[in-house]
Structure formats: C-alpha cells, structure tokens
C-alpha cells in the first residue's frame, strides 16, 4: 500500500509564500514523475508544476518564475515553493506521483490566497 500526503497549505496574503510537501511512504520500489496539481472551485484540475526522477521540472505557464518543484529523492518527497502568490492561485492543491508504475493521488491541501 502506497500513500501520499501533502502538508504545508493554509492562508496567506497577496505577494505571500507558501512550501507544500508530498511524502510518499509504504512499499516503494520507484517513483518516476511527481507532480503537483491544483483545482479552483467550479474549475478543472489542472497541472502546476512536475519534476521527474532526474530533476527536470516543467511549470504551467500561469505559475512560471514565481514557483520551484523540487524532491528528494531520498526521502521520496516533493516540495512545492510557491512565492508571490496571487488570488487566483486559491485552489486545492493535490499532489500526484507515478509509485510502482502506478498512479497515486495526495488527499489535497487547501491554499487560500487572499487580503
């Protein structure tokens, strides 16, 4: 049995910061790509930002230069720093990861941007 679970949302301000976290635990053989998702109220999930098992990372162009995936690899955890934050950055945000070459979704973490 393998888990994911994200830690570190909460409120913040406009122009705030906020890390989340996605630890993955249970019996891992390997992790390829993690990702971090994101859904608005009414809206579609849609892809924030993902780091492969190499380091590669790629962003959604509505997150670009204000946030940073990175992992660990020895800790099977990714991180999301996510800086200048914006109103429509509020959303729940999910983390997603390809355990065992199966997919495996985080129980979200609500990040709430506003003044």
């Known amino acids: 049995q393998v888990q994911l679970v994200e830690s570190g949302g909460g409120w913040v301000q406009p122009g705030g910061s906020l890390r989340l976290s996605c630890a993955a635990s249970?019996?891992?053989?390997?992790?390829?790509?993690m990702d971090w998702y994101r859904q608005a109220p009414g809206q579609e999930r849609e892809l924030v930002a993902r780091?492969?098992?190499?380091?590669?990372?790629r962003y959604a162009d509505s997150v670009q230069g204000r946030f940073t995936v990175s992992r660990s690899n020895a800790k099977n955890t990714a991180y999301l720093q996510m800086n200048s934050l914006k109103p429509e950055d509020t959303a729940v945000y999910y983390c997603?990861?390809?355990?065992?070459?199966?997919?495996?979704w985080g129980q979200g973490t609500q990040v709430t941007v506003s003044s």
């Open positions: 249970g019996t891992i053989f390997r992790i390829t790509a």
């Open positions: 780091v492969t098992s190499d380091g590669i990372t």
């Open positions: 997603h990861a390809v355990i065992n070459d199966s997919n495996s």
